[in-house]
């Protein structure tokens, strides 16, 4: 399994996430520097998104990319750990989202090159999966570690992860022979549709209107799918961003429970992914992306009972909300992710991983804005707002 050489690269990416605003405020930073520093980030990883996907598409060539972007990651981990100025990070954080953004670009070529399309959910959520692994076992180590090595050392520990990575995928990424899959799946489709169009053509006055609407759908809105990928991606970044900031300052967490907060996030996203293969296989993609985004409206807005519950309650029921909506995040990626292959074209794979690098590095700015003129109540409110958006985008793209 060539995902498996990603395990060590997500420990690293699962540290740093809750990671970097807390270095952000040992820099005395601000929420709104937060969201800078993060979102400089997230706006370096578009361009990145796109040039990776199309280079590897068209070269038919992954294992390169995704090695030298891995080397490259360690060496920003290296510097990171050495600033000792918000203007040093950020010119880091550029560095981060260009190599960051390259592993996810080709992962979706590799999975839909790799076997045929009725594989393609299974795949999706074993890599998905895969990768959760890793995040849980990296915020495993810094929940333990944090104390004793510090943010630097945390850092420093990520670099020789991405190192790890690094020579794994060496060994374990496997360029695909062809890049014949995703053809044939559109083929198919095409076949399919003209076989129905045919069948309406000669039955059609026995037909219901509704009936025949549905015979001659082309599918998915790409259009339409694009703009709900967006829309979750800045929902989810406009709290994730500052939620660290949210449970050290405002809960009251030191930075281990900050840590072990997050962790079961990620293990409700492992939980999620367990069952996400059999929820898209009864139920659809389409269904999937609708229902995680219509349970995360609700469940972000309950993100503020954190401020008005004593520190215990308030402890449990963070971790209760955030282990919920790690599920729904896994849900969402891996019914998102097939739906890209199916209807986003050869070279522009890419694509998928800007729109979510685009709403995310959007949210990630407005987020540390958001929270810090108009508080986390406020902030908690609007993401559900957004997602409920997300959720009719999603509903209509059919």
Known sequence: MWY?????EEMALGVLSVLLPLYVLKLNGSLIDVGMVVAVAGF??????????????KTRRCRIFIAQSLIFLALAFFFVARAESLYELLALSVMLGIFRSAPPSVAGILIAESGPAEEWDRDATMYRFTLRIGEVAGLV???FLVVNFGYKGLLNLGSVLLLASFALSIILVQDPPFMVERKFFRLERAVGFVQRASFVVCCGDR???SIIKKFISRGASPLLFGFGVLTFSFATQIVFTPLPVFFSQNVGMPATIVFLVFLVN????????LFAEGWIENRGDESAVQVSSFFRA???????LGIYLPYAASLVASAMVLALIGAFWAVFTVSSSVLCMKIIPEGKMG?????????SATGMIMGGIISMVHGFQMLFLISGVI????????RFHQ
């Open 4 to 8: 498996w050489a990603l395990i060590p």
């Open 44 to 57: 370096s990883s578009i361009p990145a998104s796109i040039l990776w996907g199309y280079i590897s598409d």
């Open 141 to 143: 180590v810094a929940t």
């Open 207 to 209: 037909l219901t209107p």
């Open 266 to 273: 990620s293990l409700g996203a492992l939980f999620g992914y």
């Open 298 to 304: 609700l469940l972000f807005p309950s993100l503020m």
């Open 351 to 359: 694509f998928y991983t800007a729109l979510i690098e685009l709403g």
């Open 387 to 394: 997602f409920a958006a997300a959720f009719v985008l999603f």
